[in-house]
């Protein structure tokens, strides 16, 4: 009995096996057939600036980070001139009598207001790109991502499409026609997204709180478990661009990498297609498409 058993336990293991090395082959397939695309937003190796914008939003933040490089770098050298002023001015040394005031209202005055100022200054290119940020266009394609440990889940809403998206091994690389540099970042399926369309994805997690991001989109929420949370993005050139979970979600956080393709409109609905989508709910813009590819 107990041999039976074994051998039973030993055939749905290499059943599960199986049907794993199937679907990987099939996913793997289904990628093979969209068009080579470069890789566009990914680290560089010793890299310190911001990853090149591909979106309105992105661009938005670059401006503002190197708005306040120029503000902070001018108030670092003064408050440091200061300090060195002090040290050498007003040690014991050079100035044995210390002097007995308490207060200077022109300085205190000074010291509040420039500050505010610099403040307000900052705030009104800021709340543009916040406001930009958080109110949702209309969608022109809407993604469900849902975290999970350690990898992560889609849903096309509107074209029942679901599939997973794990990290790719180093030996996997090649299969799914990565190079080797790529590794921790590579997956073995991608979001795939149409160039030019506003698209929206709601972030939530199934266990633990993690943080989808892409950084050359200039985008980044929280997936916290249940509750329900968006960003937006707009892609303008077409390409692969990496990710990864930026909150710490346990032991393999390090593991849990983020890949989206972004593709021709052609190009989008050839591979919602092969991934067997309903396009009853299809949207507007995509009418005109379909039609064209059933008359083909």
Known sequence: ?????????????????GIVTLGAASRAAAEDLLPQLPVRGAPEPGGTSLQNPVTALHREIVFLDDLLLWIIVPITIFVSGLL??????????AN?????????????VAWTVVPAIILLFIAVFTFPA???????????????????QWYWDYE?????????????????LEDFGYTDDLYLLATDTSMVVPVGRDIVLQVTAGDVIHSWTIPAFGVKQ????????????????????????????GINHAYMPITV???????????????GADFASAPDWMQSHIQVASTD
């Open 222 to 249: 929280d997936g916290i478990p249940g509750r329900l949370a968006e960003l937006w993005f707009n892609a303008e050139e077409e390409g692969i661009y990496f990710g990864q979970c930026s909150e710490l979600c």
């Open 130 to 148: 916040l406001r930009h940020q958080q109110v949702m266009p209309e969608a022109d394609v809407t993604i469900k991502v849902t975290g999970l």
């Open 96 to 108: 044995p009598e210390p002097a007995r005031f308490t207060h200077n209202t022109p300085i205190e």
């Open 156 to 172: 096309y809403i509107d074209h029942d499409v679901q599939f997973s998206q794990f990290m790719l091994e180093r030996d996997e």
């Open 261 to 275: 393709k972004v593709v021709s409109e052609e190009e989008y609905i050839a591979w919602l297609e092969r991934q």
């Open 84 to 93: 060195l002023w002090v040290i050498v001015f007003h040690n014991r040394k």
């Open 1 to 17: 009995m107990r041999v039976l058993k074994a051998t039973s336990c030993l055939a749905m293991s290499a059943i599960a096996a």
